[in-house]
């Protein structure tokens, strides 16, 4: 069956995509993949910060960035302070600091506002991939490459899948909410 195959890849890179975006908002707790979305001008051109640098989180409240070379560590501190994550690095000389300011409640509000966007976004992509399934496989059944109860039995099979990745998209939104909302 191509199409439900299909359509089950796609639903996987459309969670992946919600995963991705998820780990990169903002909560009180320090991880690294909040800087992910840093670009740092480095050797002529834009580098994702975790290519010039080793990224951790050694603290709940801290993230350590150690460039691999010393002579970035000021492009390094001006990438994350020009960043929109509104935070403040400091350097000693060998590593760079930032510390994670607690959210206020409106900041976790607009925060949870945006998990939601994006959650809908996921939905919307996964929504798209059983479309298309869909489509291809009535393409079959008005080709007569398909009976109508092999139609109906894989349109039901795709719905599951739809079912399925919506209901982990909804998981995902619940686990970082409560994650952005804890104080």
Do not use: C
Not at 15 to 40: N, Q, Y
Not at 78 to 86: C, V
Not at 155 to 176: F, G, N, P, R, S
Request: hydrophobic content about 40%.
């Amino acid at each position: 069956m191509p199409s439900s195959a299909q359509a089950r890849q796609q639903m996987e890179k459309a969670l992946d995509a919600v995963r991705r975006e998820f780990a990169a908002v903002r909560t009180g707790k320090a991880t690294p993949a909040l800087l992910d979305t840093v670009r740092v001008e480095a050797y002529g051109s834009r580098m994702p910060i975790n290519q010039v640098a080793s990224v951790s989180a050694p603290e709940p409240r801290l993230i350590v960035v150690q460039p691999w070379d010393r002579s970035l560590l000021h492009a390094i501190e001006k990438a994350i302070q020009t960043s929109d994550l509104g935070l403040n690095p400091s350097n000693d000389g060998t590593v760079i600091r930032v510390p994670i300011p607690a959210l206020t409640e409106e900041r976790r509000k607009d925060m949870v506002r945006l998990l939601h966007k994006l959650a809908e976004e996921g939905r919307v992509a996964v929504r798209h991939a059983r479309q298309e399934a869909n489509k291809d496989i009535k393409h079959r059944l008005s080709e007569h490459e398909v009976s109508d109860d092999d139609a109906r039995r894989e349109m039901d099979e795709v719905q599951k899948l739809t079912d399925e990745y919506i209901h982990k998209i909804d998981q995902l939104l619940k686990a970082k909410e409560a994650e952005v909302m804890e104080v």
